[in-house]
């Protein structure tokens, strides 16, 4: 039984818009960098603003690798952000579905991350519309108002 719960927690919901993602890389190109989410790997990350995303993957012998999103965020600062998660992962004050999935796809979950120089606005602006076309299961708020109300329907 234990087993069957541990299995259910790895169930990630998604919803798939290539056409999304091809509209946010054509009007933010940014260049993505991934490091594994690991005690020791922030000196991996630079301490510039940015945009991030958690992605948990796996390749099957021979198929492409399959990767998914399970959450994205924007940051002044993505060396202390990333800090910042490996605290909250163990920490009873932390955020219970960021919690969640840093434990259980801990030793897997991957930390991408784009160095991205704007104003504060700009970077909510940008990581709305990160959201909108990754839909990652564990980015609770942060959509536009029109995929929200979409999202909430079936998440």
């Given at each position: 039984?234990?087993?069957?719960?541990?299995?259910?927690?790895?169930?990630?919901?998604?919803?798939?818009?290539?056409?999304?993602?091809?509209q946010f890389s054509q009007d933010h190109g940014l260049n993505w960098q991934v490091v594994p989410f690991r005690a020791g790997g922030?000196?991996?990350v630079p301490e510039s603003s940015g945009?991030?995303?958690f992605i948990v993957g796996n390749?099957?012998?021979?198929?492409?690798?399959?990767?998914?999103?399970?959450?994205?965020?924007?940051?002044e600062n993505l060396r202390s952000r990333y800090m910042q998660y490996l605290t909250e992962r163990n920490s009873e004050r932390g955020r219970k579905q960021v919690r969640?999935?840093?434990?259980?796809?801990?030793?897997?979950?991957?930390?991408?991350f784009a160095e991205h120089e704007?104003?504060?606005?700009?970077?909510?602006?940008?990581e709305r519309a990160l959201n909108d076309s990754l839909l990652p299961p564990y980015s609770l708020r942060d959509f536009s108002a029109e995929v929200k109300a979409s999202r909430n329907a079936w998440q």
């Open positions: 039984m234990e087993e069957i719960a541990a299995d259910e927690l790895r169930i990630i919901r998604c919803a798939v818009y290539p056409g999304r993602w091809a922030a000196t991996c945009l991030y995303c390749s099957l012998g021979g198929l492409p690798q399959v990767l998914f999103p399970l959450y994205a965020g924007e940051t969640k999935f840093l434990n259980v796809f801990w030793g897997e979950a991957e930390f991408c704007a104003a504060k606005p700009r970077l909510r602006e940008i």
